[in-house]
């Protein structure tokens, strides 16, 4: 015999109360004011009502949408509905290039991701207005590449050795995605943070789990008008809680190290050369939290899986569907590699690799 005890009525009330907050909030976004897109042509329906289904289709089957669009408007401009804006399309070789020559006051990428992501509210003010991380990855980590490779080449290699675990010449079936998504995020990190943390399986879990948590956060947000933004994101996402599982992990190293700063300076003997280090370094890293550190690390994080983890796991795809050229692309990585060793100046003397690669980010994008 089974207890049934009544929800109290407060609860159902609270409930009802819920459900009809959240309606409001997606009628007021809907009605909010938008550009004038009017003159656009669109593919599904522009109405009121109509936009919502059209853009529960696009998040379905938006590879069918644009292909629709794009046959229907070729070399024109067109617009999409997503859940809750409208996406313009362009196509046609003028169109493309406008967009190319563009300057960063008319078509900001920072403010499309923005825009998208509500990176303002995932990861706070200060990521989004003062992201002085990204003049170091421009600057610092391209000036260390040459000197970080023996590293990252180390890193290759033992993480294909550990994730797939082969026992000599032994065929495994592996997830791609998956398996390149912690293939790449160990390697990455061997830059961000450095030997062990890497290769912690619940830091590697963390990076992979927040590049989503950002991404629905701010699908999340989106649906909400911008004054309740702060509260949505903090209440309505996993962010702030997996920033502080990321802070259990860099804050005993952030705080050694800021103990050598203190001590030594900016120059101590086994100094790490990692991206964790370069932020401390900076003239605004070197007086920030604990958690601001560790949010940079895991935007750079953020920013570095996803787009690499496809077009990696897509070249995979293509030269599975393409095995005709396996064999001159490992030809020539082997008679660079026995005349220059593995290095920097070695893959830039790839050339077929390097035609490879660029034609299936060219077929598939970064983003698909």
């Not at 996406?87 to 003028?94: A, F, K, L, N, R």
Request: proline letters at 5%.
């Amino acid at each position: 015999m089974q207890l049934q005890v009544a929800a109290p009525q407060n609860v159902i009330q609270g409930a009802y109360g819920l459900a009809g907050l959240v309606v409001a909030a997606f009628v007021v976004t809907k009605l909010s004011k938008h550009p004038n897109l009017d003159a656009i042509p669109t593919v599904g329906s522009s109405t009121w009502l109509g936009s919502w289904w059209a853009g529960i289709q696009f998040f379905t089957k938006a590879a069918d949408v644009l292909r629709e669009g794009y046959e229907k408007h070729k070399g024109t401009p067109f617009k999409v509905a997503d859940l809750h804006r409208w996406t313009v399309i362009v196509s046609g070789p003028q169109f493309v290039e406008d967009v190319r020559k563009a300057s960063d006051d008319e078509l900001s990428s920072a403010e499309a991701v923005n825009d998208i992501l509500k990176v303002e509210y995932m990861l706070g003010r200060d990521i989004y207005h003062n992201p002085y991380h990204d003049a170091i990855i421009r600057s610092q980590l391209t000036r260390n590449l040459g000197i970080l490779y023996p590293g990252i080449r180390d890193e290759i290699v033992t993480a294909f050795e550990e994730i797939l675990d082969l026992q000599g010449n032994e065929w495994k079936s592996v997830p791609a995605f998956q398996t390149v998504q912690k293939l790449v995020c160990r390697t990455s990190n061997r830059i961000f943070v450095g030997l062990p943390l890497c290769r912690n399986s619940d830091w590697i879990d963390l990076n992979i789990r927040f590049t989503l948590d950002v991404a629905k956060g701010g699908l999340i947000i989106g649906l909400f008008p911008k004054v309740l933004a702060p509260l949505v994101a903090r209440f309505m996402t996993n962010v702030p809680r997996s920033t502080r599982r990321g802070m259990k992990h860099l804050g005993p190293i952030i705080e050694e190290r800021q103990k050598h700063l203190k001590e030594y300076g900016r120059d101590w003997a086994d100094k790490p050369n990692d991206f964790l280090s370069w932020l401390m370094d900076h003239p605004n890293g070197s007086q920030s939290s604990v958690k601001d550190l560790t949010l940079r690390v895991l935007t750079v994080n953020f920013a570095a899986l996803h787009t690499s983890s496809n077009n990696f796991t897509q070249a995979l795809y293509h030269l599975a569907a393409n095995p005709q050229y396996m064999h001159p692309l490992r030809e020539e990585v082997e008679l660079i590699v026995d005349t220059d060793g593995w290095s920097k100046g070695a893959l830039a003397k790839m050339r077929k690799l390097d035609s490879f690669l660029k034609e299936s980010q060219r077929m598939e994008g970064i983003d698909c």
